[in-house]
């Protein structure tokens, strides 16, 4: 398992909590700037009712990011069972009461397999609201947030990532974010994608050219992949020498 240390800034009064990391931020796309493509798969998310099923853990977090360093914009705790949906912590930059929310959700599609994860933020009344509603908030560096990020399984999120118990193909992957109305924004490749023949990880940055992120409607953040899996070797020979015994029968 990969191992990634994350330092803790203490006593940070910009935010409203001293939960906060400062790590090194990524290039995103640009909202407006940047060919949006179109969005296979909608929102997973729901407030209710989602039943979680047997499956791997998993971490993930919210951050923002000032241009200069990225920070934790969720409090504990940041490890998921994949499958369900769960509470992700307070929002350190939202309104009083909003708190994140996680949904995963695997899906066959037949010849591919679907893998999502999303986070939306909810406020008080149980409604989808932005990440970071206030502009002019500033970041222990003293600037404007300028990007939301979303990390799952590795890089800054921690270093759990979803596990599989066969080799597989990503074929497709990417990112989309959702309003509070649940609408998509936006569908991009992934920021960072390190998943590996048999685990998923990844993130996803997203700005609006440079400018003070705070007050848009940015409420959700989804990544997901499409994957194929790889037979084993025992099986592409046994396929093989059936294809040979139909060829001789027809013979």
């Known amino acids: 398992m990969r191992v990634l240390k994350v330092f803790a800034l203490v006593g940070v009064a910009s935010l409203t909590t001293s939960a906060v990391a400062d790590i090194t931020p990524y290039e995103g796309v640009i909202l407006g700037q940047t060919q949006s493509n179109?969005?296979?798969?909608?929102?997973?998310?729901?407030?209710?009712?989602?039943?979680?099923?047997?499956?791997?853990t998993y971490d993930a977090r919210a951050?923002?990011?000032?241009?200069?360093?990225?920070?934790?914009?969720?409090?504990?705790?940041?490890n998921h069972a994949f499958g369900g949906l769960e509470n992700a912590g307070s929002n350190l930059t939202g309104n009083a009461g909003d708190a994140f929310q996680i949904a995963s959700l695997h899906t066959?599609?037949?010849?591919?397999?679907?893998?999502?994860?999303?986070?939306?933020?909810?406020?008080?009344?149980?409604?989808?609201?932005?990440?970071?509603?206030?502009?002019?908030?500033?970041s222990p560096n003293g600037v404007v947030f300028t990007s939301w990020r979303f990390d799952?399984?590795?890089?800054?999120?921690?270093?759990?990532?979803?596990?599989?118990?066969?080799?597989?193909?990503?074929?497709?992957?990417?990112f989309t974010v959702f309003d509070s109305a649940g609408a998509s924004i936006g569908t991009f490749a992934l920021t960072v994608d390190n998943s590996s023949a048999n685990a998923l990880s990844g993130l996803g940055v997203v700005g609006i050219g440079g400018g003070d992120i705070g007050g848009f409607d940015l409420a959700s953040f989804q990544l997901f992949w499409e994957i194929e899996k790889i037979p084993?070797?025992?099986?592409?020979?046994?396929?093989?020498?059936?294809?040979?015994?139909?060829?001789?029968?027809r013979r």
């Open 108 to 138: 066959n599609l037949g010849a591919t397999e679907l893998v999502q994860v999303e986070m939306g933020n909810f406020s008080a009344n149980g409604a989808l609201s932005a990440w970071q509603p206030f502009a002019g908030l500033l």
């Open 232 to 249: 084993a070797p025992g099986s592409v020979t046994l396929l093989g020498m059936c294809g040979l015994i139909a060829m001789r029968r």
């Open 63 to 78: 951050l923002l990011q000032d241009g200069i360093n990225a920070f934790f914009i969720d409090d504990v705790p940041n």
């Open 152 to 174: 799952m399984g590795g890089i800054a999120a921690g270093p759990d990532d979803i596990a599989w118990d066969f080799d597989f193909n990503v074929i497709n992957a990417g």
């Open 38 to 56: 179109p969005t296979q798969f909608g929102s997973i998310y729901s407030p209710t009712s989602r039943s979680p099923i047997p499956g791997d």
